[in-house]
């Protein structure tokens, strides 16, 4: 069983910044792929960030790119993590992060495993 948990949400004004984490624990992989996705209310989850296994093949979102910064570390907290800067109102949103076992680091909706989300608010 894999179990991804987030952390790092939050209540910050715009152009604050915020540092989401995921850690993954339970079974394991040789190699895969971690991504954060998001939920705003009323509206469809949408990809924000994807990176490989070695961390080579890193993707982000246009309404992202310049502004988050997605990074992992597997050597010893199998963690994720997603530093968001100049954070804006319509970043708002519930954020999942996820987990592909094929290491495939894309955009699309393939992902295996999902953790329960943090709450990201940004006030204006």
């Known amino acids: 069983q894999v179990q991804l948990v987030e952390s790092g949400g939050g209540l910050v004004q715009a152009g604050g910044s915020l540092r989401l984490s995921c850690v993954h624990s339970g079974r394991t992989f040789s190699s895969y792929a971690m991504a954060w996705f998001r939920q705003a209310p009323g509206k469809e989850r949408e990809f924000v960030a994807v990176i490989s296994w070695g961390g080579s093949r890193i993707s982000y979102a246009d309404s992202v790119k310049g502004r988050f910064t997605i990074s992992r570390d597997n050597a010893a907290r199998n963690t994720m993590y997603l530093q968001m800067n100049s954070l804006k109102p319509e970043d708002t949103a519930v954020y999942y992060c996820?987990?592909?076992?094929?290491?495939?680091?894309?955009?699309?909706?393939?992902?295996?495993?999902w953790g329960q989300g943090t709450q990201v608010t940004v006030s204006s």
């Open positions: 996820a987990l592909d076992q094929y290491n495939r680091a894309t955009p699309g909706d393939m992902y295996d495993y």
